[in-house]
């Protein structure tokens, strides 16, 4: 069977890529997760923040060595370039990883400023990375900032991007816009290569025995699946030249399936392997093999997009017939009284 994929320009021998997380910092763990079958791998994202505390950590460090020792002259004071800072270990590693893999290895940035997020994806294709991925983690807490200043940002920043990098260029989105469709089209005429559909928010929590907030993570369920499903079953043939990637909520073989029948060109997988480890790629793949051959399909492209919204007898399904149809066929508990 043929599994290979198009994404971002690069061809995969099949559409199954761990997305960026713990395992894939690792040059051991991300040998195990190609030996399982990844098609490519999404580095862990570099953050932005991190450079800046690091070189600010070995600023004071520096000056204050400078201010106890300064009778010892200048030769007892070490190099600021001597210590690997945050930024040259990610380097490093993503070197590393091309050395070490077959597969394309995707590099993960998570900027603030806009000349941070420009030099650093600079460094990233100048270490290797096949292509980078933007994860915008961006939440607009100020009441006074409208929707279209908001997607401002993310055209601004890929457009200024796009005028410094060669490589391939992914967006990760998340789902709070008011028009998906209509961002997805603008980042596209920008030169964005992809997107990723959707990012997960991590949520505060409230401690309510210490009246305080606390962080909180809880793996996704695929029951997450359908806000992307939707998503790329309603964009899936409508832009072209622009791939779709599925992440969030894939944890078996049956959920892949759906968002490759929805139009994914690849979907991304995170907390199963977190979970389950990096083997666990392998039992997914096969599921999906098997399917294939129960349904008769040779290649994943004889069945990507069969239940998009260009496909399917009423695409209304994937808008507001779906909502009318849910509520009418719902049935209330028995026992309870309405």
């Not at 100020?142 to 401002?152: F, M």
């Not at 890929?158 to 603008?186: D, E």
């Not at 928010?201 to 806000?227: H, K, N, V, W």
């Not at 072209?240 to 399936?257: K, R």
């Amino acid at each position: 069977m043929d599994f290979t994929t198009d994404y971002l320009g690069l061809k995969l021998k099949n559409p199954l890529v761990p997305s960026a997380s713990p395992l894939t910092r690792s040059i051991g763990m991300a040998r195990r997760l190609e030996d399982s079958g990844a098609a490519a791998i999404i580095m862990a994202s570099l953050f932005e923040e991190a450079i800046t505390a690091d070189t600010e950590t070995m600023v004071r460090f520096l000056h204050h060595q400078e201010t106890g020792f300064a009778e010892a002259g200048g030769g007892f004071m070490p190099a600021q370039d001597d210590f690997a800072s945050a930024l040259d270990q990610y380097l490093d590693t993503v070197r590393r990883l091309k050395e070490s893999l077959s597969i394309p290895v995707i590099a993960s940035l998570n900027g603030v400023t806009p000349g941070g997020w420009i030099k650093h994806a600079a460094d990233l294709q100048q270490a290797g990375a096949d292509a980078l991925e933007l994860n915008v983690y961006y939440v607009a807490g100020d009441i006074k900032l409208t929707g279209a200043e908001v997607e401002a940002r993310y055209l601004e920043l890929l457009r200024a991007l796009r005028g410094h990098i060669q490589i391939p260029i992914n967006m990760k989105l998340s789902p709070t816009f008011s028009s998906v469709g209509n961002l997805v089209t603008q980042l596209a005429a920008a030169g964005a290569n992809g997107v990723s559909l959707f990012n997960r928010f991590y949520q505060p929590d409230i401690d309510i025995d210490g009246l305080r907030l606390q962080s909180t993570l809880r793996p996704s369920t695929s029951a997450e699946i359908q806000l992307a499903m939707r998503w790329i079953a309603i964009l899936y043939g409508r832009i072209d030249g622009l791939s779709l990637g599925a992440t969030g909520g894939v944890h078996n073989a049956e959920d892949a399936i759906k968002l490759l029948l929805a139009g994914a060109d690849v979907v991304h997988l995170c907390s199963v392997l977190l979970e389950k480890g990096p083997a666990h790629v392998a039992p997914i793949l096969a599921g999906i093999e098997h399917w294939m051959a129960e349904q008769g399909f040779e290649s994943v492209a004889d069945f990507r997009g069969r239940v998009s919204a260009l496909a399917v007898p009423n695409p209304a399904q994937f808008e507001r017939a779906n909502y009318i149809n849910v509520l009418d066929s719902y049935s209330v508990s028995a026992g309870v009284r309405v």
